[in-house]
């Protein structure tokens, strides 16, 4: 089994919709937790990173952290074409003191947005 | 700041042939990552460097691979004799202190 899990789609939505995208894990020393976007031939963007639990919100995108479950989820609200990538989470446990080390990613989503 | 840069952008190569990539970090960044990634997959991590130091290898850096960073400026990624199975995206990335910025990789083709 992985470390993290990610369901790899492909995911298909209309314009505007609401687009959730989630992974589990199981390691429960993951304290960081990252979602990157990944264009088609391109290394991956950061989009949003957290700390331990809760929400975070940038913009249309909002990423949630429930460490009791293993679960994070990242909402993208009015979805656009140019959405349309592929959504990679990452975690990294705090280790020897730094904030960020060896991340470890889920397998990725792809989503299409069309118009 | 150019962001990260990686060179070259494709590489085709023959199986058994050695191969060498490098990755220049944004100027003021100390640690260092090569990652790679196949068709379909996530980035795996393979190694990373703190300033010239190589802190952390991974298993999946076998025999024929070998990265360094002389002077914690650019870092270069070698395999030797390279297999069918190494064809995939090598990824770098740079960072500071927080989440780092990947380069746009190197694919590399093993033919």
């Known amino acids: 089994q992985k470390e993290v899990e990610q369901d790899p789609g492909p995911l298909s939505v209309p314009e505007g919709a609401i687009v959730s995208l989630n992974c589990t894990y199981s390691?429960?020393?993951?304290?960081?937790f990252m979602w990157y976007r990944q264009y088609s031939r391109k290394g991956p963007e950061l989009l949003m990173y957290?700390?331990?639990?809760g929400n975070k919100e940038d913009g249309r995108f909002t990423a949630q952290v429930d460490k009791s479950s293993k679960y994070i989820s990242l909402f993208i609200r009015d979805s656009q074409p140019s959405d349309s990538a592929t959504y990679l989470c990452?975690?990294?446990?705090?280790?020897?003191?730094?904030?960020?080390?060896?991340?470890?990613f889920g397998q990725g989503t792809i989503l299409t947005v069309h118009p | 700041d150019t962001g990260v840069s990686q060179d070259p952008r494709h590489k085709i190569t023959k199986r058994g042939q050695n191969v060498t990539f490098r990755c220049d970090p944004i100027?003021?960044?100390?640690?260092l990552y090569w990652y790679r990634q196949t068709l379909g997959q996530g980035p795996e991590f393979l190694t990373y460097?703190?300033?010239?130091?190589?802190?952390?290898k991974s298993r999946l850096l076998s025999d024929r691979f070998s990265a360094e960073r002389p002077k914690g400026s650019f870092s270069t990624l070698e395999i030797q004799r390279t297999e069918q199975g190494d064809s995939a995206m090598y990824l770098c990335?740079?960072?500071?202190?927080?989440?780092?910025?990947f380069g746009s990789g190197t694919r590399l083709t093993v033919v």
């Open positions: 990452a975690m990294s446990p705090n280790a020897g003191g730094t904030s960020y080390g060896k991340l470890t």
């Open positions: 460097f703190q300033n010239e130091a190589q802190l952390e």
């Open positions: 957290t700390y331990s639990s």
């Open positions: 100027s003021e960044h100390n640690r």
């Open positions: 390691n429960s020393a993951f304290q960081y």
């Open positions: 990335a740079s960072s500071r202190q927080g989440p780092y910025t």
